[in-house]
């Protein structure tokens, strides 16, 4: 059983930068997919970037382009999301995701139904 436990998040200031964590347990082998969703209240769950494991290719929404960074370490088997400057809008709760699939495309990555495992989220608070 695969299980995936985000950190880092928290209340930070316009402008701010914060790293999310996501720690990965269980069987996931060969080449699999990761990305990070949000949902901020009152909003239908999004999603932040994506990024095929093991290959590297990576894809991100287009307002948080040049700003966030998404990254994964194998020999810790975590993904990370290093966010810099942080907008009252990136406010939401950051869920990590997985897919057993590779999901080699933007379009592919960007749909939630792909992913199979999900975390139990983590809330990043941007204040003005």
């Known amino acids: 059983q695969v299980q995936l436990s985000e950190s880092g998040g928290g209340l930070v200031q316009t402008g701010d930068s914060l790293r999310l964590s996501c720690a990965i347990s269980?069987?996931?082998?060969?080449?699999?997919?990761m990305g990070w969703f949000r949902q901020a209240p009152g909003k239908e769950r999004e999603f932040v970037a994506g990024?095929?494991?093991?290959?590297?290719?990576?894809y991100y929404k287009d307002s948080v382009k040049g700003r966030f960074t998404i990254s994964g370490d194998s020999a810790k088997n975590t993904m990370y999301l290093q966010m810099n400057g942080l907008k009252p809008e990136d406010a939401a709760v950051y869920y990590c995701?997985?897919?057993?699939?590779?999901?080699?495309?933007?379009?592919?990555?960007?749909?939630?139904?792909?992913?199979?495992?999900w975390g139990q989220g983590t809330q990043v608070t941007v204040s003005s």
């Open positions: 269980g069987p996931l082998f060969g080449s699999f997919a």
């Open positions: 990024i095929t494991w093991g290959a590297g290719d990576s």
């Open positions: 995701a997985a897919s057993r699939a590779p999901l080699g495309q933007a379009s592919l990555l960007q749909d939630a139904a792909r992913f199979d495992y």
